[in-house]
């Protein structure tokens, strides 16, 4: 019998891999080879976009367990991604970017949505949680100074909840995982529905 906390996370991000093992959750990272493009259609909306690339990623992380041959068993795949005025403001290319993301996002309101798919050989289920979040007012030297670490470089909207942008958060309504890059309770139930065992 198959082990049951075993998946597939079609995913290199440190922070969904130290997600999945707080839930008891035991994973091999797949790297697709058919990655989506994480390009939003001008007439797609924000909510269908990052369902839309959950979904991808899960099915291209599907599609290289079969062109392999690996055992076949759930392929985990999100997305995350953070909206302001209905922009979705991706990962920075660079520093420059991070601050102007950060600058926008100081001293308001801003919504996180993330997506959770999970992919087996009967389709592609997916959810996605909606967060909140709002920032304190930011001076442009501290978000030089925030900028100047590297840590905004590979996280969507130029930061990270669970690093040293924490401090910039004054209220968050929704899921901090959600946030962070992968929600708990929405994935719970994806990998509960397909017969994989939480905690």
Known sequence: MPDALFIY?????????????????????????????????????AADYVLRIGRAKASAGLATVRAQGLPLRPVLGADTEVIVDGEVLGKPADAAQAAQFLRRLAGRWHEVRSAVALATASGVAGAVSVSAVRFAHLSDERIERYCATGEPCDKA???GIQG????FIEELQGSYSGVMGLPLAETAQLLEAAGVRVL
């Open 9 to 45: 996370l079609a995913s290199r991000s440190p922070r969904r891999a130290e997600l999945l093992r707080q839930i008891g959750v035991r994973f091999t990272v797949v790297e697709a080879a058919d990655a989506p493009a994480e390009v939003r259609d001008p007439a797609e909306t």
């Open 164 to 167: 040293l942008a924490a401090v």
């Open 157 to 159: 909207g130029g930061y």
